[in-house]
């Protein structure tokens, strides 16, 4: 069964502050995404990773960094977190289908 | 870039009616999967129907590529069912995605 795990699963930040969101997939698969959804807008696509060592920009980079260690890890970082960042984060691995985390909720306050 | 409108925006059955999904978009795409959000906000994949019809248990998708629309039907609907239809779209073969904002589906006993 493939496996998306995210942490943590909620997160409290102050303005300013840095944060950085974790994903672990034990599926094997060489892409990875982060998402956020918001109300109104529906899921959108951050960064994306097509293996260990790279990382892409999606449709919302800004503010947002991210990182690929390896095959199974792939991180979204806020350097200084804003009050409009605040929302749910998706991470996601794609073979054929798109398996998805459980979510983060971010507040920052 | 690609934009994606789901119809109706909500729709409230009783079970054992059928419901029927439609996934709208601007632009030819290579990739187009339905997923379920569950009412906790977990995020799995139905189907990958990119043109054609598609069948698997209760659900049939069908794409009409050059009129640049997708539907899911939902036949004999359950309470289980009630939950975010979301249709999403991508062209660069690496499940780059982008997705509506989705139906809110209720099934009342």
């Known amino acids: 069964e493939a496996a998306v795990t995210q942490s943590p699963r909620n997160k409290v930040a102050v303005t300013g502050g840095k944060v950085t969101l974790s994903c672990n997939q034990t599926n094997n698969h060489n892409n990875m995404y982060w998402y956020r959804q918001d109300t109104g807008h529906g899921l959108r696509l951050i960064h994306y990773?097509?293996?260990?060592?790279?990382?892409e920009k999606g449709d919302i980079p800004d503010g947002y960094k991210a990182s690929r260690p390896s095959q199974e890890n792939f991180s979204l970082i806020l350097e200084l977190a804003t009050p409009s960042q605040t929302s749910v984060y998706f991470c996601?691995?794609?073979?054929?289908?798109?398996?998805f985390g459980a979510g983060t909720r971010l507040s920052v306050l | 870039g690609q934009q994606v409108q789901q119809s109706p925006a909500s729709l409230v059955l009783q079970e054992g009616e059928n419901a029927e999904l439609q996934c709208n978009f601007s632009s030819t795409a290579t990739q187009l999967q339905w997923f379920y959000q569950s009412p906790g906000g977990s995020l799995v994949s139905l189907l990958s129907n990119p043109s054609g019809t598609k069948h698997t248990g209760r659900l049939t998708s069908t794409t009409v590529t050059k009129e640049r629309r997708s539907s899911l039907h939902i036949s004999s609907s359950q309470t289980t069912d009630s939950g975010t239809y979301l249709c999403a779209l991508g062209d660069s073969g690496y499940n780059k995605l982008t997705f509506g904002k989705g139906t809110v589906l209720l099934v009342s006993p």
């Open positions: 996601a691995s794609s073979g054929t289908y798109l398996y």
């Open positions: 990773s097509y293996g260990a060592g790279s990382t």
